[in-house]
């Protein structure tokens, strides 16, 4: 489902956050992407390596640490929208593009994007692609907004060579124009090998325990609207999640667009007191620092020491983030091609 919103551009120069109840101190560096896109996807490999997607069929990598940001485009994608990017190394990435019909596609690179394979070309004119996550580098699933009153998930066990819809038999009914928000590719989630969670713009969770073979769905206490909804979900681990959104027309309000869960998604509690400040569009646990979480949207961010439990306003605003696997760096993107490296300090 598409979803824009105004983003605020905000002077980032190389600042930190300060540190305060206990939270990580973040440093912000500023690079240089070379594009002028809206970046909607991340995914950070190492401390050196980073893959950004966005509007315009961009599709970038940084191998320096960000200090050089080179094109790894798809040739005749100029009209597509990268929504997501999901990276398994320098070498091997998976691009979805999203859109009504042909529009919603996921390409493969198997050489650091000097070839891009069309794995998946959508035929059905009501589908809509969202976002998607990997387990590991074979198995993987996406996300499509409802059709007729059906949840579109697909399933890859062969490294995308085959993309398979799940029945509708396994899945739960959908609510009328239930899907997601397609705003920073974060609303799949996957644990281990057979975990995963799914956001929807109706303020539920999907889950599936059994990497895709049955599924469970709950509604969270997560305000919902034309505009609001789940934009993001990240788990610690198998028990431990938190879900955020807000109202994207209405970026600065604040009332209830975050929860969390201790039990796998089992159940949901509103964090209202100490919550998050405004629409966030991703959240992320921090690799290196297993209580902290930090949530983004384009108006600003927020962090938290306690699982999710309270949170703090820090300043940057960005519409995506990832750090890379047990690593103290991550990459934040937004409009305009902004990207800034984000280090994490004690």
Same mark, same amino acid.
């Given at each position: ?36 896109a ?7 490999v ?9 509007a ?20 005749g994608?100029?009209r597509?929208d990268? #929504?997501?990017? +999901? *990276? ?12 009504? %019909? =042909? @529009?919603?596609? /996921? ?74 928000f397609?705003?920073?590719g ?20 999907? #889950?599936?325990? +059994? *990497? ?5 769905i ?6 919902? %609207? =034309? @505009?609001?909804? /789940?934009?993001?979900i ?8 938190v ?36 629409y ?10 297993p ?56």
């Amino acid at each position: 489902m598409i979803r824009t919103s105004t983003a605020v551009v905000l002077a980032l120069g190389a600042l930190s956050s300060a540190a305060a109840n206990g939270t990580a101190r973040l440093e912000w560096q500023p690079q240089q992407s070379g594009v002028t896109a809206r970046l909607r996807g991340v995914s950070a490999v190492s401390d050196r390596t980073a893959w950004a997607s966005g509007a315009g069929g961009t599709i970038l990598r940084t191998m320096d640490g960000g200090a050089t940001w080179q094109r790894r485009s798809i040739a005749g994608t100029e009209r597509l929208d990268f #929504r997501d990017i +999901d *990276a398994i190394s320098a070498v091997v990435a998976y691009a979805l593009s999203i859109g009504p %019909g =042909e @529009a919603s596609r /996921i390409y493969k690179t198997p050489d650091g994007g000097e070839r891009w394979e069309l794995q998946f070309a959508n035929a059905d004119p009501k589908v809509f692609l969202d976002a998607m996550a990997f387990w590991d580098s074979e198995r993987g699933i996406a996300f499509s907004d409802s059709v007729d009153g059906q949840f579109v998930i697909l399933t890859t066990v062969n490294g995308g060579r085959a993309w398979e819809r799940i029945p509708s038999e396994r899945l739960p009914p959908a609510l009328p124009g239930e899907g997601a928000f397609a705003a920073s590719g974060t609303n799949v989630a996957t644990i281990g090998r057979t975990l995963a969670w799914i956001g929807t713009t109706a303020g539920r969770v999907l #889950r599936t325990a +059994d *990497a895709g073979q049955t599924w469970s769905i709950v509604k969270t206490p997560v305000r919902t %609207g =034309e @505009a609001a909804g /789940i934009f993001s979900i990240a788990f610690r681990d198998a028990t431990h999640g938190v879900v955020v959104g807000g109202d994207y027309k209405n970026e600065r309000d604040a009332v209830e667009n975050v929860a969390v869960t201790k039990d796998g998604g089992i159940a949901w509690s509103l964090v209202s007191n100490h919550g998050l400040s405004g629409y966030r569009s991703v959240v992320a646990w921090m690799p290196v620092k297993p209580q902290d979480v930090l949530a983004i949207g384009p108006s600003g961010a927020d962090i938290s020491a306690d699982a999710g439990a309270t949170w703090m306003p820090v300043a940057q605003g960005f519409d995506t983030l990832s750090f890379a696997p047990r690593s103290r760096t991550g990459w934040a993107t937004g409009d305009q091609g902004r990207i800034a490296k984000v280090t994490i300090h004690d």
